[in-house]
């Protein structure tokens, strides 16, 4: 992840926290005692946010020391312990809840991400989350997905030509989109893909006679449409399937040969898998 990213987050997230003081910590404990906690794990899940975990307790205490046992993508259970960390009392308490924050949410989209991903073993189909993410948190739940075994697909809306039902709405039509999509590349000089949504055979067709795009994004089609998609795209142009698609149908999907899915659910229908940080002795 982007260094200068991350440091922004966690500036502000623990400004957002602390205020102008931890108020409880500071009129319970001395300024100069150092502790330990302990990271437990309590559900079975895939393990992610141990890399910004430390960042965030060495931002409040550069001489806390972190002793990791278990790594990101590895999957626990129970009473699996993921690291200790001592440091000043005062930082540990502050950087608390941060850390169980960003690893609980981590952990929980690679957790959902790896079920999705093991449903395709065998297929060549990937799966892609999506922009539907916590704002300010985007960076860590696209990393999450990768750490899950998926892929991300753009990171916002500058890294990629997404042409969708109401730009085409708006544009005029699907033809017209793309048009005008290609002559904004090559007046600004941007070398960015092009993906065009088709919400229906006749809108692909209407796209392979166009021409000029990389991906095509089968939108709420059913299973039987997105084979005959795939059949008529014959490979010239990358395929994606997205909308409505669950655990339950996802190998359907991939078994028509499209080349991605995209799941929104991967970082917005997410359950944070259930962690704890707590004392313990020297």
Not at 145 to 152: A, E, F, P
Not at 155 to 173: E, S, T, V
Not at 192 to 206: G, M, N, P, W
Request: glycine residues 8%; negative net charge.
């Amino acid at each position: 992840m982007e260094s200068n990213y991350v440091d922004f987050f966690i500036d502000n997230a623990l400004k957002e926290d602390i205020g102008d003081g931890d108020h409880t910590s500071l009129a319970c404990i001395p300024a100069d005692i150092r502790g330990r906690l302990q990271l437990t794990v309590k559900e079975r899940g895939i393990l992610a946010g141990v890399g910004v975990a430390q960042r965030v307790f060495l931002k409040l205490d550069n001489t806390a020391s972190i002793n990791i046992f278990i790594n990101d993508g590895s999957p626990v259970s129970p009473g699996d312990v993921v690291f200790v960390v001592e440091g000043q009392i005062l930082a540990l308490l502050q950087a608390e809840r941060l850390v169980l924050n960003i690893m609980q949410r981590m952990s929980g989209i690679a957790t959902v991400t790896r079920r999705y991903a093991d449903t395709l073993i065998g297929l060549n189909t990937r799966i892609l989350d999506t922009r539907k993410t916590t704002p300010g948190m985007r960076m860590f739940e696209k990393e999450a997905v990768r750490i899950g075994g998926g892929m991300n697909h753009r990171f916002g809306l500058y890294d990629m030509i997404l042409i969708k039902d109401n730009h085409i709405d708006f544009a005029g039509g699907i033809a017209q989109a793309i048009q005008k999509a290609k002559v904004y590349l090559a007046k600004t000089g941007r070398k960015l893909k092009i993906e065009v949504e088709a919400r229906s055979i006749d809108d692909v067709r209407i796209i392979m006679r166009e021409g000029g795009v990389d991906r095509i994004l089968l939108d709420n089609f059913s299973v039987e449409d997105t084979r005959m998609a795939v059949s008529i795209i014959n490979h010239a142009i990358e395929t994606e399937s997205s909308g409505g698609i669950t655990l339950q149908n996802i190998r359907q999907y991939a078994e028509c040969g499209v080349d991605y899915i995209s799941v929104g659910a991967l970082t917005h229908h997410i359950e944070s898998l259930d962690l704890s940080l707590d004392a313990i002795d020297f």
